[in-house]
């Protein structure tokens, strides 16, 4: 729950101090973060570790 209201806190500040370029970075750290917890259970995590 906490993790929801951080993220929407983050998007209404955005919005509302006109700061359009955190948009990207927001959209790419989630994607970044989906992408760690995908890897972590799968068969092909020894061949992604070399781009972190």
Sequence with gaps: MAKQSLI???V???M???K???VPLLVI???MG?????VQSSA???FLYPFF
């Design 8 to 10: 929407g806190e983050l």
């Design 12 to 14: 209404q500040f955005a």
């Design 16 to 18: 509302r101090e006109k």
């Design 20 to 22: 359009w370029w955190l």
């Design 29 to 31: 750290l989630v994607l």
């Design 34 to 38: 989906a992408l760690i917890i995908f």
């Design 44 to 46: 092909i995590a020894p």
